[in-house]
């Protein structure tokens, strides 16, 4: 029973058609990003260019997930198992790629 | 419209006694679900389950890129200018136009409209397809200037050769791994036309077109991710 109050509560904001407007604003925000990767990619900011492309790139793809995904709409489930996710591929990056290259220190 | 959308619907859930409750339209809500918005719930959160496994799919290829690049990061950069940036730039613009025509066929299916969702349907597999062509058009010309590794590859560095071989089977492995994804993706989408045509989809049952969205906009994600690490870490060196 208590199942079925959870998700009536919620019933509302999970059938939330999301605007012809919003997604517009996010098409138009994704090329513009889109181009000033390109961009910048050409200036020289030494290390800095990878970290830069990756913002831009962090940044479009939460707009993907955020408003083309509905993950803003949805239920606080989905949105726990999209962190999940994301909170994993950090795990498995941080921890091989800091063993990766704290290998040389030891010797 | 969605009492001409249930003739062709299978009766499923319905012929179990019990009336399905509120709005839900009789023969569309699943016998073990309370409410029509419970077992869209369910479908995107299996949808979304999926796809963490597909991010750790492609969390690996990353994670190899990233070893790799750090320990030959110039190597990489320079075997980076290799790609064509114009090529390269079109096919992101062309994938993000794809996943906006995505959302709004979504967003056509949810407020009811079979010939808008019709349409975006198609444009999306129009734009799908116009990726894979541009993918093949730079695919040829590694090929016709033997990058791709193997014995004929053929590098113009011979001292960063190796690094450069590393760097092109990670491209060929992570870009032909997210086109097999489109080509998924366009036979996803051909299923979601032949059930739209029928009528399948109203505004109280469009899960398929958002879960497949779902998938659609999880693919365009990797592209975002892909165009500035295989494309444009070499281009500042110019």
């Known amino acids: 029973m208590s199942r079925q109050s959870t998700v009536d509560s919620r019933q509302g904001e999970h ?39 990756l913002v831009i790139a962090v940044f479009k793809a939460s707009l993907v997930v955020l408003y083309f995904m509905h993950a803003k709409y949805s239920p606080r489930l989905i949105r726990v198992v999209i962190f999940g996710g994301i909170f994993w591929l950090a795990i498995m990056l941080t921890i091989t790629f800091s063993d990766f290259v704290s290998r040389g220190w030891m010797s | 419209m969605a009492d001409a959308a249930h003739e062709h619907a299978p009766a499923r859930g319905g012929s179990g006694g019990l009336p399905p409750q509120g709005s839900a339209p009789p023969g569309r809500l699943q016998h073990h679900f309370e409410s029509m918005a419970q077992q869209k719930e369910a479908a995107s959160l299996g ?152 009528g399948a989809f109203t505004p109280e049952y469009n899960t398929p077109v958002e879960i497949s969205g779902l998938y659609w906009h999880f693919v365009d994600i990797v592209w975002i991710f892909l165009f500035p690490l295989l494309y444009l870490i070499g281009r500042h060196l110019h």
């Open chain 2, 47 to 198: 949808m979304w389950v999926f796809l963490v496994t597909e991010i750790l799919f492609f969390g690996g290829l990353f994670l190899a890129y990233t070893i790799y690049r750090w320990e030959f990061s110039r190597a990489f950069a320079h075997a980076s200018q290799h790609m064509d940036i114009l090529l390269g730039t079109v096919n992101t613009a062309v994938l993000i136009f794809s996943s906006l025509t995505m959302a709004m066929a979504v967003h056509s299916a949810e407020t009811g409209r079979k010939k808008l969702l019709i349409g975006f349907l198609v444009a999306t597999m129009v734009l799908g397809a116009a990726f894979l062509g541009i993918k093949a058009v730079e695919y040829t010309d590694h090929f016709h200037h033997h990058l791709f590794p193997g014995p004929g590859f053929h590098y113009p560095v011979p001292a960063d050769a190796r690094a450069a071989e590393l760097f092109f089977s990670l491209y060929f492995a992570m870009t032909g791994l997210h086109a097999l994804h489109m080509i998924v993706g366009l036979g996803i989408l051909t299923t979601l036309l032949v059930m739209a045509k029928r």
């Open chain 1, 15 to 53: 059938d939330h058609v999301v605007p012809v407007k919003v997604y517009l604003a996010v098409f138009v925000t994704l090329l513009v990003m889109t181009a000033a990767t390109t961009v910048i990619s050409g200036i020289d900011l030494g290390p800095w260019n990878t970290v830069v492309a």
